[in-house]
T-cell receptor
Framework: SQQGEEDPQALSIQEGENATMNCSYK?????LQWYRQNSGRGLVHLIL?????REKHSGRLRVTLDTSKKSSSLLITASRAADTASYFC?????????FGKGTTLSVSS | GAVVSQHPSWVICKSGTSVKIECRSL??????MFWYRQFPKQSLMLMAT?????????EQGVEKDKFLINHASLTLSTLTVTSAHPEDSSFYIC?????????????FGPGTRLTVT
């Protein structure tokens, strides 16, 4: 089953610009996580935000969570070509993670 | 710490044969392991949840007789794709939940790319 819907599906920006990706979900959650996946590779865990948190930062990443709107956003500041990847949000209510459809980010130099 | 490995990283098999994929937690005990499937340019779809020593719980639409999951120890889970068909070609990813962490963080393996010819 799939819970999250990412928006946009694809995003192309220049190096140095900021990238914002949004995720919406449908049911109650314990936490929401963001992952990155380079083409054909495994997942890299980026950040976890709990349902009682509203904002979290990690380096160039900023994640917000609005449980009333059932939505989250991931902001990557000062993007680099190495940030080119697919980004997925995943919600967790029990033990399993349910992934969104993902946003493909392309950063050109 | 918290490394998960998968073997093999890629496999090509003929239609009708069976393929076994291993998922190991290398430096921790995994009370729960998860299997996901990812088709090209799509997201990860949860296939099943397996707990050590008990039968796996399959998601709706996943054939349990086709995708056999065994979680015989706290560090190993296997997924066997039986009588594989070309439509089973996909990227299979496992993850492991470290026991005692309250279920918050999963550690993902690098994935196994299966191609059925």
């Amino acid at each position: 089953s799939q819970q999250g819907e990412e928006d946009p599906q694809a995003l192309s920006i220049q190096e140095g610009e900021n990238a914002t990706m949004n995720c919406s979900y449908k049911t109650s959650i314990n936490n929401l996580q963001w992952y990155r996946q380079n083409s054909g590779r495994g997942l890299v865990h980026l950040i976890l935000i709990r349902s009682n948190e509203r904002e979290k930062h990690s380096g160039r990443l900023r994640v917000t969570l609005d449980t009333s709107k059932k939505s989250s956003s991931l902001l990557i500041t000062a993007s680099r070509a190495a940030d080119t990847a697919s980004y997925f949000c995943a919600t967790q209510a029990g033990t399993a993670l349910i992934f969104g459809k993902g946003t493909t980010l392309s950063v050109s130099s | 710490g918290a490394v998960v490995s998968q073997h093999p990283s890629w496999v090509i098999c003929k239609s009708g044969t069976s393929v076994k994929i291993e998922c190991r937690s290398l430096d921790f005990q995994a009370t729960t392991m998860f299997w996901y499937r990812q088709f090209p340019k799509q997201s990860l779809m949860l296939m099943a949840t397996s707990n050590e020593g008990s039968k796996a719980t399959y998601e709706q639409g996943v054939e349990k007789d086709k995708f056999l999951i065994n979680h015989a120890s706290l560090t190993l889970s296997t997924l066997t794709v039986t009588s594989a068909h070309p439509e089973d070609s996909s990227f299979y990813i496992c993850s492991a939940n470290r026991g005692g962490t309250g279920g918050y963080e999963q550690y993902f393996g690098p994935g196994t790319r299966l191609t059925v010819t």
